[in-house]
T-cell receptor, first 111, second 114 residues
Framework: DAKTTQPPSMDCAEGRAANLPCNHS???????VYWYRQIHSQGPQYIIH???NNETNEMASLIITEDRKSSTLILPHATLRDTAVYYC????????????FGKGTTLSVSS | DTGVSQDPRHKITKRGQNVTFRCDPI?????LYWYRQTLGQGPEFLTY????????KSRLLSDRFSAERPKGSFSTLEIQRTEQGDSAMYLC????????????FGSGTRLTVV
């Protein structure tokens, strides 16, 4: 699996958009970009994933650059409950392939 | 089905003792994963089952570690002769095998070796 680079930490004011960047310059054509988050003392939780088109769901939006070498996870209106570690992972969709986590970005949302 | 369950939530043991953790996956998920997480690090992959077959083991899974998934249902992770370096959060996840978005993680078992 390709490696990803994320900033170690970011801050965001409550109610504002949180934009979390991820670099994955060595991503292969068949690899997807996945985002998970881990709230303190809980297991990671799936947020969103995409291949090359932008994606949106009830939790977040994912913007992938045209060359697919980077992406941004957007939480449109961050709340205190969004304080967590956010992991960007690239992997194929091959069944059974384990998710490989980096250190992620610690997002702190404050009021 | 309320998700992936792990038991116990916390375990304190003396160095040299054996410990066993249990994971109950989502019933219709045929794939089950074990991860270990230490403070400040992301989860590290340990091993993976498809039904009852253990298909992959990471180099982190030393010979003191053994995992089973009898009958393709719940799974156990045993650590023999525990060491202080084994202190970590042990996470279990299950998936239906349709890609990374299908992973559901449990809340983990926190092991402290004293």
């Amino acid at each position: 699996d390709a490696k990803t680079t994320q900033p170690p930490s970011m801050d965001c004011a409550e109610g504002r958009a949180a934009n979390l960047p991820c670099n994955h310059s060595t991503i292969s054509g068949n690899e997807y970009v996945y985002w998970y988050r881990q709230i303190h003392s809980q297991g990671p939780q799936y947020i969103i994933h995409g291949l090359k088109n932008n994606e949106t769901n009830e939790m977040a939006s994912l913007i992938i650059t045209e060359d697919r070498k980077s992406s941004t996870l957007i939480l449109p209106h961050a709340t205190l409950r969004d304080t967590a570690v956010y992991y960007c992972i690239v992997r194929t969709n091959q069944a059974g392939t384990a998710l490989i986590f980096g250190k992620g970005t610690t997002l702190s949302v404050s009021s | 089905d309320t998700g992936v369950s792990q038991d116990p939530r916390h375990k304190i043991t003396k160095r040299g003792q054996n410990v066993t953790f249990r994971c109950d996956p989502i019933s219709e998920h045929n794939r089950l994963y074990w991860y270990r997480q230490t403070l400040g690090q992301g989860p590290e992959f340990l091993t993976y089952f498809q039904n009852e077959a253990q298909l992959e083991k990471s180099r982190l899974l030393s010979d003191r570690f053994s995992a089973e998934r009898p009958k393709g249902s719940f799974s156990t992770l045993e650590i023999q002769r525990t060491e202080q370096g084994d202190s970590a959060m042990y996470l279990c996840a299950s998936s239906p095998g349709q890609g990374g978005y299908g992973y559901t993680f449990g809340s983990g078992t926190r092991l402290t070796v004293v």
